[in-house]
T-cell receptor
Framework: NAGVTQTPKFQVLKTGQSMTLQCAQDMNHNSMYWYRQDPGMGLRLIYYSASEGTTDKGEVPNGYNVSRLNKREFSLRLESAAPSQTSVYFC?????????????FGDGTRLSIL | AQTVTQSQPEMSVQEAETVTLSCTYDTSESDYYLFWYKQPPSRQMILVIRQEAYKQQNATENRFSVNFQKAAKSFSLKISDSQLGDAAMYFCAYRGDNFNKFYFGSGTKLNVKP
């Protein structure tokens, strides 16, 4: 009964390094999302994928890329990490298609960039 | 884009007492869903309750209920008989016509005093 699984849970990077955050869901959901959470700012949408094969920018996409590898997996890549990208990152999914469907979240990845 | 505002960064309540968390939103849409999520220190995001804009009856889930006032664009969460386990960050979220997007408020940190 895994739900949404994110790896890693913690990571420290140096400025300029690259990294990919992994996310997988086992609920057969169509839509997947990446958010960042910063103190006092709630969750801000980075990118989302409404269905397999599609991705769209959210509110704060600069400095990130995503790949919807298949229906289960949605990865987030930082090509050249910057201190401003220090944050907690959440992956989420939902069934899509109906407004009453809630988001199901992973446990988050705490990313620190020095 | 829709905006969701939680004007109370932090609140405290005595154990067994009742507390109300505020949320307002801005939208021109007529049909949408509103959600409250709880984020305990473990970081996991947990759905607490949801409300459809077309339903006049306020949603209730055990000790959690909402006061939904559509005309005022207000969606407050009432927690009755507060318990120590209710201590967490609470986020209000909106999902409208672009049902691929959720908009989150900045959160309210709830402290529960024994």
């Amino acid at each position: 009964n895994a739900g949404v699984t994110q790896t890693p849970k913690f990571q420290v990077l140096k400025t300029g390094q690259s990294m990919t955050l992994q996310c997988a869901q086992d609920m057969n959901h169509n839509s997947m999302y990446w958010y960042r959470q910063d103190p006092g700012m709630g969750l801000r949408l980075i990118y989302y994928s409404a269905s397999e094969g599609t991705t769209d920018k959210g509110e704060v996409p600069n400095g990130y890329n995503v790949s919807r590898l298949n229906k289960r997996e949605f990865s987030l890549r930082l090509e050249s990490a910057a201190p401003s990208q220090t944050s907690v990152y959440f992956c989420a999914s939902n069934l899509g298609g109906l407004r009453n469907q809630p988001q199901h979240f992973g446990d988050g990845t705490r990313l620190s960039i020095l | 884009a829709q905006t969701v505002t939680q004007s109370q960064p932090e609140m405290s309540v005595q154990e067994a007492e009742t507390v109300t968390l505020s949320c307002t939103y801005d939208t021109s849409e007529s049909d949408y869903y509103l959600f409250w999520y709880k984020q305990p220190p473990s970081r996991q995001m947990i759905l607490v309750i949801r409300q459809e804009a077309y339903k006049q009856q306020n949603a209730t889930e055990n000790r959690f209920s909402v006061n939904f006032q559509k005309a005022a664009k207000s969606f407050s969460l009432k927690i009755s008989d507060s318990q120590l386990g209710d201590a967490a960050m609470y986020f209000c979220a909106y999902r409208g016509d672009n049902f691929n997007k959720f908009y989150f408020g900045s959160g309210t940190k709830l402290n529960v005093k024994p």
